[in-house]
Every structure is written in C-alpha cells, then in structure tokens.
C-alpha cells in the first residue's frame, strides 16, 4: 500500500516530438531499468485511437541500444504493454476527469505520483494544464509538467504564461524543458570546466579573446514553416538553446551542485549582459539554390510561410557579459537552418601567447596560433585543444595540433539522447537542466528589444543559397570585433 507509482501522461501523443522523441526516450529508461518498478504511460490527444493503434504507433519509432540488442523485443513487448491511450480535447475538463478515472485504476491505490508532458502548441497548453491541474491531479503524491518551448515570443507574452501557469502550479512543479541541456557534452561543461585544474583558473578575459557558439543544419524549415515563421531562429535557437549553454559556460562557480544553486548562478549571468543590440545582429534567410541538378527551396518556397516573409532562417550576433570575469570579450553566436553542414559547437579563442619565443617559427599569422578549445556537441561528440606544436624534423617550424577526446573512440557506449536525461531528472525531481521562471524572463530581456526593432523596422535579411555558408555579413560582424568564426570540424 506505501509503495507508489509512477503516471506519465505524454499530451499530444499523437505529434511529432511524441513519437520521435518522447516515447522512445522512455522506452530507453525503461530498457535500462531506471524507471520505477510501477509505472504506466498514458498518451493523450484528440484522435480516436485505441491502447493497441497507439502501440502499434509507439513500436515503429522505438529502438535500442546498438551495444544491448540480445534482449531487445522482449524488452519492447513488455514496454507497450504499459502504454496506453485515452482521447481528449485538451480544454475539456470532462476528458481529464475520466483520465484521472483510468490512471487511478492503473495506479492501484498506491501513493500517486503524475507526471504530464504537454507537447502541444502554446495557444492550447494553459488549458491542457488547467485541466491536467483542477482534474486530473495526484491528491496524495507529486504532479509535474513539463513544458516544451516556445516559452512565449518576447518578455510580455512570456511573463503572461507564467502568471496563467502559477493559477495553477507552484514553480516547483514546473519543468521547462530545453533539450540542449540534456547533450551529453553540455552536461559535461561544468564538469570540464570546475573539476579540472587547467582550465578554471584560464577561465576569464585574461586569457579568453572570444567564446563561440555554433548551430548549424543543412536542412531547412521544411513541413514546419507554419510554426517557424512566427518564431525565426532568434526565437526558436538562440534565445534558449545557445544562450542556455552560454550561460553554464560563463556562470560563477556555484556554493553546490545543487538546482537552485547552479540556476541562482545562470541568473546571475544572464542579468549581467548587455540587451542585444541592432548593430551586433545580421540576420538571413535562406534562397533557393540548384546543385547537382537538384534545386533546393528557398524559405519562402514553403506554403506554409507567408509569401514575401522577412523570418530569419540565420542569425549571427555578438553578446557581451558586463562583470569583472568578462568585460569586453565577445561571445559570438551564429544559428542557421540550410546551411553547408549540421553540428553544434562551442569555441573557446585564447589570447596570443606574450612575447612568445616561437612567433617566428609560427609565421606571420599569430591569429592562428592562438590556442582553441573546441567542444563539440554534435554530432560526433569530441573535446579538443588546439596547441602549438614543433613539426618533428630537423627545423624548427611549428604547426597547430590537436590534442583530441573523441568519444566514440574514448566510450564504448552510446550516448543516451537528450530527452532521456531530462524525463529521467524530471521524474526524479531533480531540476538542475530545467530553466527557471527568473532565468527565462532574464533570457527574454536580452532578446526583446532587438527583435521588436527587427520586426518594426522590417529589416531585410541577408538572403544565402541553401546549403551555403550563410551570410557573408557574419564574417563582417566577427570581424568588427577582431574575430575569425571557427569551420565547424
Ligand atoms: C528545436 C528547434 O528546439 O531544436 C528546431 O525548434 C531544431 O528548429 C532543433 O531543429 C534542433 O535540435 P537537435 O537536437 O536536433 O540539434
């Protein structure tokens, strides 16, 4: 009777990032034993389906892991029989109620604890949370939600669904989830970062010229447009995905491992930086480009964005944190959809050496013999330290070398995708990778203005063939600043 039991309610079963993500993600826990020993899925959505439909839907995106197969349709079986489906409107409170019905008789009298993902659209999730709250609710155990961005498009709308949300939530039930958070390698930042000695103490603009963060995809909007073009990759990357990351990498050291300490210290953070301004923003968009004799589609080419839109698809942008660790360092940002190459990076430019010995054996260009600490995100995981090094011979020339963690040599076991990380802590109650209401408005403020005066002034973006390097404007940009953007490796 004391044991209790675990409810996922995934909202919005039917979607996209359910099937994709979501399911296989729990399936994964599952697969590696850390869900509970009771638990049950529930999948929510307006179609009519039954548990077996659902089943059959879930079965087709699962999979898993390529170093523990032997197992593996067992293992699926036994998952599925654990998911099932109840269909609803997602503002009625009558459909939650014969939920609450369903997840009680799975629950068998166990302490209950609920935990609801709503990945629907913004304009449906206050209803879907009033409902999930007023009926559906654990009366003797936890009731969680995770919520998917878009947090709002600026500091008004953002600010007005977190008031709409705590009508109904404390803060504490709140996971607002954004899924760079759970990369492996953004995870390991802190790590690199305060547990090793030679970094920390190099960590400040003493010996840091520049900080970059890359995202890059050489695919564009296409079957999304309808949603990217309210939004733009401002909205949609770099607000929450890179300035998140910026965050954990320039943070003060926090008292503990703790959420609220390490989140008091991203707050910090980002309410020391400089609102963005027009002139350290260019913007693009994406045109169409025929290569190969294939003709790739311009942005606009989708018909589900407006015709003649001025939605970035790229972005660059130079930030600057106001405090005594980074005065006057550049963290550059650059976000685009369409581009020659997918991956995410973070660069780390160090200073020139002081009168080094070796400028001549290094030639005429210092700028390149600066060392760079690279961490690759994705794909292909890696951590690498660019360093001088003498080419072995009888001369004395020097090249740069890379001194190289490549995780698919170093482990041998998969990495677990980044929904895994973030349900499991969810369920766990650990809020350490899920964003803050205070973070969030603080991330808002630095974004708000620039995009109004975007918007306002309805300026023309940069327009870049798809599949290119983006705008040659963020080359102009970096430039301004002293800097050279590092080639995604
Ligand atoms: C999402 C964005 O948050 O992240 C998408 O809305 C983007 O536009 C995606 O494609 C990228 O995530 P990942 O994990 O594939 O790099």
Not at 151 to 171: C, H, I, P, V
Not at 198 to 222: A, H
Not at 410 to 432: F, N, Q, V, W
Request: with cysteine.
């Amino acid at each position: 009777q004391n044991e209790s039991t675990v409810s996922i309610t995934v909202v919005g079963a039917s979607g996209d990032l359910a099937k994709k993500k979501i399911f296989p993600a729990l399936f994964a826990l599952y697969y590696e034993g850390c869900l509970p020993k009771h638990f049950t899925i529930f999948g929510y959505a307006r179609s009519k389906m039954t548990d077996a439909e659902l089943r059959n839907m879930v079965s087709k995106t699962l999979t898993c892991r390529i170093d523990k197969r032997e197992n593996c349709d067992e293992k699926m079986d036994e998952f599925l029989k654990r998911c099932f489906y109840h269909s609803g409107q997602y503002d009625s409170d009558g459909n939650f109620q014969e939920l609450d019905k369903k997840l009680k008789e799975h629950e068998g009298g166990r302490v209950s604890n609920r935990l609801f993902y709503l990945s629907i659209p913004p304009n449906i999730f206050i209803d879907a949370v009033r409902c999930a709250s007023t009926s559906a609710s654990s009366g003797n155990g936890w009731n969680r939600v995770i919520v998917e961005k878009p947090f709002g498009r600026d500091s008004e709308s953002s600010a007005a669904l977190t008031r709409s949300l705590k009508q109904f939530l404390e803060e504490d039930q709140i996971f607002r989830i954004d899924h760079y958070l759970g990369k492996e390698l953004v995870e390991n930042l802190s790590v690199l970062r305060f547990s090793n000695l030679i970094f920390e103490p190099l960590w400040s603009r003493q010996y840091i010229r520049n900080v970059q963060f890359i995202f890059s995809e050489d695919f564009g909007t296409e079957g999304r447009g309808g949603y990217f073009d309210n939004y733009g990759i401002i909205r949609d990357i770099m607000q929450n995905h890179l300035l998140q990351i910026l965050a954990l990498f320039a943070m003060e050291t926090p008292v503990s491992l703790d959420a609220e300490d390490i989140r008091n210290e991203k707050v910090k953070v980002l309410r020391s930086m400089r609102p963005l301004q027009l002139e350290d923003v260019i913007i693009g968009q994406y045109k169409s480009h025929t290569k190969g004799g294939v003709t790739y589609p311009a942005y606009v080419d989708d018909k589900t964005v407006p015709k003649g839109s001025l939605t970035p698809t790229f972005a660059a942008a130079a930030l600057f944190i106001d405090n005594a660790r980074w005065d006057g360092v550049p963290f550059l940002m650059k976000a685009g959809k369409a581009l020659h190459k997918k991956g995410a990076e973070i660069r780390v430019q160090f200073r020139h050496v002081p009168g080094n010995l070796y400028n001549k054996s290094i030639g005429t260009d210092l700028d390149r013999a600066t060392n760079e600490l690279v961490i690759r995100v994705q794909p292909d995981e890696a951590i690498y330290l660019k360093i001088n090094n003498k080419v072995p011979g009888l001369g004395m020339r020097l090249d740069r070398s890379n001194l190289n963690l490549h995780y698919a040599a170093r482990y041998s076991k998969e990495i677990p995708d980044a929904y895994e990380r973030l349900l499991l802590d969810a369920i766990e109650g650990e809020r350490r990778l899920f964003i803050r209401s205070d973070e969030l408005d603080a991330a808002w403020a630095l974004f708000t203005p620039v995009l109004k005066e975007i918007e306002e002034k309805k300026i023309i973006p940069e327009y870049y063939p798809y599949g290119s390097r983006g705008p040659v404007g963020a080359h102009y940009l970096a430039a301004r600043y002293n800097v050279k953007w590092g080639d995604l490796g």
